[in-house]
């Protein structure tokens, strides 16, 4: 009968070691940090005789290590051309061209974004195009799975997809080295245990041992490995923060449960660019790729005159792509005034509302304010600061803006309207999309004007609002 490892208590907070299990550290005193994880294997007598030198002054450094051979960086073989190619353009962009062989990405969302759909496409395209690929369901039974996969359609034969119930780490491993497939997937990494810890599966220690076990796999048999997270109130993965950093990418899942589109965010990749996006929409089929997210995300805006809404083009990743920004001030009720914001830090908006105040005059003491960026798209650079002002100051003044001009610019303290990065991409995917007019920083405004689109550089938003509502 094999023994089982030992294993040590550790603090999370200050990194201190117990045998046992505490509710409060002895160390550093926080309570309810104390988490299990595998015992780092003893010293042995050689290192010990290798120390007791050191301490004396000897340089016998590495003593009781191994020498290992080295080589030089021109000497290591391989290209990116090996990518896995899913066949899901906006999947393989995120990723930075396709699956690497040996990665292990992370993929996080709320309950029923869509992580495990989209997860099971991409190993049913990897499947028909000669990849085997093998799917570890820990929370779903395998008539669940075959349900999910039938709801797919001809789009993704997910039906040759192998399949494993199973949620002890062992077993999953032992199976994957036996039928070694190109990808797998693990859904989901707090399902999944050890039997060398006692610790309950989706504890701290439990999480950062599979991983690191998943990730050890992965790099030794070159099978890209997938695994699904959960997330926190917070929205960040549940589990130890090691877990984003022991992974090659992470991606996130996000959008409002009730929309039809998800976007699929890289915050973590070392085989890409971060910060890209992919834009997905959710049909009774599974999930499609939207080619063209600026058109999906102005599809539904209307050419009536309506005071409060404005466009901006922001920059996610490489990826340039057109949003509406709506605002609206009402009078309030009573108490002190509503700040809303969807989509837009809160934060951020109280100090546009100051701006606002102090350098255009407009007053919003007396005012609700509800700010929402269209789409459940977070807007995270401050290129969108200029449309979020006009928006607001349009429900003021209770006149429509143009339904034609996009707003692209940050907006400072002084009221000033400053440059972003990369301006002639914007306003190059402004023009692709229709629009006629973009107002701009000075700075911003190309040396080269676009054939159908009029820049116009303003230097503040006083002389913008008498240019708009005069």
Known sequence: MALKSKSVYRCTECGAESLRWAGQCNACSEWNTLV?????????????????????????????????ETSRLRDVQGSELNRLRTGINEFDFVLGGGVVP???VLV????????????????ARLEVAGHAALYVSGEESPLQVKLRSDRLGADADAGAVR??????????????????PAVLVVDSIQTVFTGDLEGAPGNVGQVRECAARLMRFAKESGTAVFVVGHVTKGGGIAGPKTLEHIVDTVLYFEGEGMADHRVLRATKNRFGSVDEIG???????????????SALFLSERTD??????????????????????????????????QRVSTGYDNRRLALLLAVLDKRAGLSFAQLDVFLNVVGGVRM????????????LASSVYDRALPADAVFIGEVGLAGEIRAVSQAERRIAEAEKMGMKVAYVSERSVPRRAPKSLKVRGVADLGVLFKELFR
Not at 112 to 118: D, L, N, P
Not at 380 to 391: I, R, S
């Open 108 to 123: 996080g969302g709320e309950p029923g974004i869509g992580k495990s759909t989209i997860l099971l496409q991409v190993a």
């Open 304 to 337: 009536a005159a309506t005071s409060g809404s404005a466009v901006t083009c922001l920059l996610e990743g490489t990826r340039p792509m057109l949003l509406e920004v709506q605002g609206l001030a009402a009078k309030a009720g009573f108490g002190t005034p």
């Open 36 to 68: 299990e994880e595998m015992a780092a294997p003893k010293a042995s007598a050689s290192r010990g005789i290798g120390a007791a030198r050191r301490r004396a002054g000897s340089q016998s450094y590495g003593e009781g290590g191994s020498v290992m």
């Open 279 to 293: 834009v997905f929409r959710m049909t009774v089929s599974g999930l499609v790729a939207v080619e063209n997210p």
């Open 163 to 180: 399949l494993l119930g199973e949620t002890n780490l062992e077993t999953i491993l032992a199976t994957a080295v036996s039928l070694r």
């Open 380 to 391: 995270q650079e401050p290129a969108g600061d200029l449309a979020v002002a006009v928006a």
């Open 102 to 104: 040996g990665s292990m």
